[in-house]
Structure formats: C-alpha cells, structure tokens
C-alpha cells in the first residue's frame, strides 16, 4: 500500500480518512475530527532534533505493548512507544510502515530543528541549467575535453547514459577476466533481491545501526553491505561495480581488490556512524565500497574518457566527454552538498559514507601505486641487464 495515497489512510483512533498536509519538510496526515496526526520516520528526522526522536525510535524496536490500534497506512497493529525517558507520553509505531500516530497535543514535546534562513528554491528548469553549465565549465577546462561529441557506438552504453549513467569511452585495456568483480557483484545481486521479500524485517536485523553499532559482533559492517533498499538502488550501485570495478581488478589483483572494496566500506561506515552516533536508522548499500573503487579507478586512470549525455527536456541534447580525474572532482563536490543536506536532514542518502570510500580510496591508490612503480622500475632494470649480457 502506498503511504503517499491519502484516500487510503484511516484514521485509528475515528476510523474515518485522514487529510494530506503539505509542509516545507514533507507530507503528513491529519484527522479532523480528533486533531491527530500521521507521520513518517523519515520526516520525523526532517522536522524535529535527532535527540528529540533517538529514544522513540529505539523502543519501537525493542518492542513495547501492542497498542490495539491499527496502522494508518497497513492495518496491522502498532505497538505502544514511549516517547522518551523523561516525557510521561506514548505514541503508537507501525514496525512495518515506520507510521507514528500522534494524538492531539503528544508532539509538544518534541524539538523542532533549527534551519538557517533559506534562500528561495530555484526552480527545477534552472537548476538542471545551472548543473549543465557546471558541467560544461569543467569540460572546457579540463585538458583534452570533447564538447558536443559523438555517441558512443554500442547501444547498451547509450542507454545508460540516457538514464544519466556516465560510460567508459576508452576503457583501459584488460587481460584477465575480472571474475573477482563478477563473483562480487552476483553475491550482491543475490542476496539483495532475496532480501527485498521481507525487506523492512531483514533491514531492521541486518542493516547497521549507528546506536547499536556493535550488535550481533559488528556482523552488520559486512551484511549491510549486501543489501539494497530497492531495486534502483541496487541497479546503481551494480552498475559502477561492474564497469569500474573490472579495470581497478585487473591494476590489483583479487586480493587486494578485496581489501579495498572492505576498506573502503568500513571507513565509510565509521564516518556515518560518527556523524550521528545516536541514530537509530538503520544504513545499507555497498556504495562506500563502491566509492573507494571509483576513485582509485580515477586516480590511476585518470586521462581514461568518460562519456555523459547532457540533455533538457526532450529536445535538446549534447554528447560530452571529460576526463576520469574532472569526473572524480565534480562528484566529489556533489558529495559533499550531500554531505550538508544528510547533516540537515534534508537527504537520507549517506554521502558521509560515500566520502569515508573515497578516502579510503585515495590512501589504497598512494599506497599501491608507488609498490607498482618500484615493480616497474625492477622490470626495466631486468629488461637492461638482459640487454647488456
């Protein structure tokens, strides 16, 4: 049932529909008969202080009574919630649909968030503009740019450019089969879409959780990892493992492509855990991974081509090429505007996590990047004493 289908939200207290109300931070229901309240988690994190909140999401789950009143959004029965350890309030939490139901007056004691004052929101036409003209700033700086280039020939590349994907454009040569990357990426596949049959269950058991970082052992550092959140956001991430994920294997090997990839995610789940250690959320995705791989694949490529279709509307479009390392300072300046807004609760994408990999990333390429030139150097050594005798 979709949350969002208001037709469909019933009152649990008057069992007559809720109303849809708008707000800057996102949508909520209300009854106008009893003057209660239906809201998200994920806009609960939007409006009120994360220490207003942590201790409401921490009961719902240990579980508390049932409340016998049914959920909003599923019908099935919330369970009875203290709002926090000080405030003599409860509140009833859907476990499946993250709902929380107010009755009049219980969100008094919450905290709402203090926002800087914000300037007013650029509409979406000029937005995706201004990115554009980012982007072709950067190309036309960058050494070696092609600006309104042509399409790549294969047809599959084409259309993960059409879905905003970048695509190799000279893609370094290989040698080997990357069967490490394959062998990585069907685990994941597997697993993910296993998971998506019971999805909120396995998340709230497996996911990991910054308040309780340490549960089962820290075994889920490694099971978030293989889950997804939903099938676009496994495509994504399945999508940068393969195509980058080949040509860092082939640069080092299984072993220490291994070790990246679990380097890279760990970093990026300490740096997560770190913003907000409190939290009760659970994360998933193997994206902190994924990002030390992209960027040492940008590092150590970093004059590879990579190929983006630029489009507005349905009418005009530019084919344009930028090298991997300009690639590399564009999403990383990304990153971090993603970084502000998951700190203001504004985006429950972790970009913190994404910068932990990238870190990671930076470190694994200073390290084996300087064992690969000393290999370099001792093969041309023996090449010259070859040659000599």
Known sequence: MDANDASALLCPHCNIPLKEVHTSHGVFFACDKCGGRAMTVELLRRTFTPESINLLWLHAISGQGKSGRLCP????????????????????????????????????????????????????????????????????????????????????????????????????????????????????????????????????????????????????????????????????????????????????????????????????????????????????GASGGIAGVITFYALNFPHVKLEFLLRYGWWWFRWIRLPAWSVLILWIFFQFIGAWEQKAGISSVSSFAHLGGVAAGVIAWLLWRKEKSNDQARMTNAEGIAKSE
């Not at 072709?136 to 450019?161: C, L, M, Y």
């Open 73 to 284: 959004s599923c019908r099935k029965p919330m369970i009875d919630v203290a709002l926090s350890d000080s405030a003599q309030v409860d509140v009833d939490v859907c476990q499946h649909c993250h709902f929380v139901w107010f009755d009049v007056h219980e969100m008094d004691t919450l905290a709402p968030r203090q926002f800087p004052a914000a300037s007013p929101e650029l509409p979406q036409q000029v937005r995706e503009l201004i990115a554009m003209e980012k982007v072709k700033q950067i190309a036309e700086e960058a050494r070696g740019t092609d600006v309104d280039s042509a399409p790549p020939d294969e047809g599959w590349k084409q259309i993960a450019a059409f879905l905003g994907f970048p695509v190799e454009f000279d893609a370094p040569e290989e040698t080997r089969k990357p069967w490490a990357t394959w062998l990585l990426s069907t685990a994941i596949i597997c697993i993910s879409v296993l998971a998506f049959l019971h999805l909120r269950d396995v998340v709230q058991r497996f996911g990991l959780i910054p308040a309780q970082a340490t549960r089962l052992d820290g075994l889920t550092f490694v099971t978030s990892f293989f889950l997804h959140a939903g099938i676009i956001h496994l495509l994504g991430n399945m999508y940068f493992l393969l195509v980058f994920g080949d040509n860092v294997e082939e640069c080092l090997r299984p072993f220490r492509y291994f070790v990246l990839i679990a380097l890279a995610a760990f970093i990026g789940d300490l740096t997560h855990i770190a913003v907000d250690p409190q939290s009760q959320i659970p994360c998933i």
